[in-house]
């Protein structure tokens, strides 16, 4: 496995291959990253992973100084993956001037949500990862795999390629769960024993809402802001901080008045003690 600091060299490495195929992260990779990877090898001709903890999608009260950072495990799970490049810029080199110019996304997208608790976040997402895809595949086509836990997420980027007419094809990759039904992420190294056993009840939240949606299909009857504060009021009674959570349509993310047959995501965001967790389940 190749591994790149600069840009010029994975553009030099890169220049031989017609379809990269790619899995951007900010490293202290798990099981879930790693899935991403082995859904990317079989998609193109050369795999690039990245880790770059990026500060643009931080607000100024939260985790960037503290992010774990495990670049030497991480590029061991990669290169036994098969990875072929990694390409790992520190901050000079991917932000050699201050970052003036950044991508503003739809805020009819991005502004709720995540958007509204995380005030930037998606201009951060967006500007670093238009600037790892030009990183990357310098004009070419190629594609980039993404996990469907950031479900928001995945939506702004699928509408940033199109309407930028990039020819990246973004796959996205199921969220990869615990045993106990815990999506995977590198916050769960947060939570103290005892959090972790509690912090499945967010996706139980979730799934209880689904089904209620599930089961309102067939008639459309359903008070789904009750629904939704019941979820709520459910975590807060086990001591979580909800943000949100929500029954929306799965195409553009806005709300759901009465379910109908049209697809639906519930999608919630809850704070744990002092680590926020997200998840989604598709209805």
């Known amino acids: 496995m190749l591994i790149a600091r600069t840009v010029a060299d994975l ?3 890169l220049s031989t291959f017609q379809h ?4 951007p992260t900010m490293g202290n990779l ?3 990253h790693l899935n991403l990877m082995r859904m990317a090898k079989p998609l193109g001709d050369v795999t690039v992973a990245s ?21 030497d495990s991480d590029g061991e799970q990669l290169r ?8 790992a810029p520190d901050e000079s080199e991917l932000y050699p001037e201050p970052q003036t110019f950044k991508v503003l996304p739809d805020p009819a997208l991005a502004n709720i949500l995540e958007g509204e608790f995380r005030p930037g976040f998606f201009t951060g997402v967006c500007t670093v990862v238009l600037k790892l895809f030009h990183c990357v595949f310098n004009g070419q086509a190629g594609t980039a795999v993404f996990g469907q836990k950031d479900y928001q997420q995945q939506l702004v980027l699928k509408r940033m390629v199109a309407q930028l007419a990039m020819p990246i094809d973004i796959v996205t990759a199921a969220t990869t769960r615990a045993a106990d039904g815990l999506a995977l992420s590198s916050r769960n190294g947060y939570l103290s024993a005892d959090e972790r056993a509690e912090a499945v009840h967010l996706s ?6 689904a089904a209620s949606a599930r089961a309102a299909q067939a008639t459309g009857r359903m008070d789904v802001t009750a629904a939704e504060n019941q979820a709520m009021d459910y975590l807060r009674a086990r001591g979580w901080q909800p943000d949100y959570v929500t029954l929306r349509h799965q195409h553009d993310l806005s709300p759901v008045s009465s379910p109908d047959h049209e697809p639906m995501v519930v ?10 967790l997200i998840d989604n389940t598709e209805v």
């Open 30 to 32: 798990h099981e879930g």
């Open 51 to 71: 880790i770059f903890v990026n500060r643009l999608q931080f607000l100024p009260h939260e985790d960037f100084a503290s992010y774990p950072r495990t670049f």
């Open 20 to 23: 990269p195929v790619f899995v």
């Open 204 to 209: 139980l939240a979730l799934n209880a809402l």
């Open 267 to 276: 999608l919630g965001a809850a704070k744990l003690g002092r680590t926020r």
């Open 80 to 87: 036994a993956l098969g990875c072929d490049v990694l390409f």
């Open 11 to 13: 553009r030099r490495h």
